[in-house]
């Protein structure tokens, strides 16, 4: 091998180290920024997570979910355990001995 073959070899891969080292830097670059968005992203995803939770707890919940029955359920549910009809049938007459009816039941705890 010639002098200058040997010199144009180590001038070529000079070249290519040099290109490698240029990728190389874009890359380290290019992996910050990631590194530095998904650093941001977590703390706004803990930040909406904790947003989340406090608006749970001091937002009123929807009174079926909360108490099991509406209001005007838990209303007639109440009149009907004073021994008074709620059904359609007998509705504001008094239940004899306290006795249960399918009716006013039917009216109280349907879709429960």
Do not use: W
Request: some cysteine; glycine content about 4%.
């Amino acid at each position: 091998m010639e002098k200058q073959e040997i010199y144009d070899q180590f001038k070529s891969l000079e070249d290519q180290l040099q290109e490698m080292l240029v990728q190389f830097t874009d890359l380290q670059t290019e992996m910050t920024k990631v590194f530095e968005q998904n650093a941001e992203l977590g703390i706004e995803n803990q930040h909406l997570r904790d947003l989340v939770r406090e608006l749970q707890r001091t937002l009123p919940q929807d009174p079926e979910t909360q108490q099991g029955l509406s209001k005007s359920r838990q209303i007639l549910e109440k009149l009907y355990e004073e021994g008074f009809h709620v059904c359609r049938e007998f509705y504001g007459t008094r239940r004899k001995q306290d006795e249960e009816c399918a009716f006013c039941l039917e009216v109280i705890y349907r879709d429960q």
